[in-house]
């Protein structure tokens, strides 16, 4: 009789975790599938990557014959980073972890730790695609610069330096363009043609800045993420070929991008009273031309590091990226990251006095 009883028991005992074990397991679905949702939709991705992933680590093999490197290149979800996100964890930054679990350090907001991020997405194939020869860019699309004279500082922040100007140099020196034209800020929708808002308003802050400083700047604004988001390096690769073949090479080409960091208070700083979106740099490392890439990058690092300590969140390295974000075309080429879709348009705008600082220190003498 106890035997059956307890046979009983543990029949029940199997029953009752069988359900608790499925009920657990569809409310983490159920989690899992609106934070995809809300992830695809926060983030502007151009498809949902996060079932993409789901896909690739059940079936292998649609991996190697549906999605390419640059699919995984310019959407930068998994599986692990989601999971993560539930959590409230960031898997960019392990500090987040403590920050998280020791309630005391929120007195003093996150700001990053240290100068590089030592993650590096690996994407070691050299089978490179060709550039879109289907994206076509007339010559007289080409902008020219401005001519005139040096534009007067006059009410000019505190962050400018008069010891940094120089007359407007004849030939433009500083080239700024958008891969991801379309990238918008805080409070707007994550995506927009709109360039009074999106990275193409922060482009344009930027010229006007460095200019002050007698930096001739060309800011193109060719769309290059519409339609097929997939192929945007190798649009913008075009019009960055169409530039050298014009100009010949620049003394700094800025391929100005906003980051996807989901935590404000690591992507934003305060400098004489006002929010600043920080930088990051995306670089290369299988590129070429890395070693003179990261000559400037490394320059631009050190300058902010001095005169404006946790504005630079560094350097995220990629292998080969995406075409190499077109960092093979030039040893002067970077790829900037001014922001997050979290910040505003206006703390984004207001981080372009300290770039131009920062580039007309670099390039005019880095005198104090």
Known sequence: MNNRKNKDIEDFSRMFTSICMFFITFVIFI????????????????????????????????????????DMAENQVSIKKVFSEILGINIDQPYSVIHREMAALNLVPYSGIGNNIAKSNDNNSSNIENKDVSFKLDNEFIQKPEEGQT??????????????????SAVPEVLIYHTHTSENYDPNKANTTDQTTNVCAVGEALKEELEKYGIKTIHDTTVHDRDVYTKSYARSSVTLDKYLNEYGDFKLII????????????????????????????????NPHFDANMKNVNSLIDISNRLFPGFSKGVYYFNYGSLYFNQDDSENAL??????????????????KYIARLIAEHLNGKNE
Not at 263 to 274: Q, Y
């Open 31 to 70: 989690i899992i599938f609106n934070q995809a949702i809300g992830y695809s939709s926060k983030n502007g991705l151009q498809r949902n990557m996060f079932y993409v992933n789901m896909i690739n680590f059940t079936m292998p093999q649609v991996k190697i014959t549906s999605f390419n490197e640059e």
């Open 151 to 168: 534009p007067s500082a006059e009410g000019a922040s505190s962050v400018f330096n008069q010891a940094l100007v120089k007359e407007l």
């Open 255 to 286: 391929d100005l991008h906003r980051d996807s960091i989901t935590d404000k208070n690591s992507i934003t700083a305060n400098f004489n009273g006002e929010n600043v979106a920080k930088i990051m740099f995306v670089m290369t490392k299988k």
């Open 335 to 352: 790829l900037m990251e001014v922001g997050s879709y979290v910040n505003t348009t206006q703390e984004s705008k207001n981080s372009a």
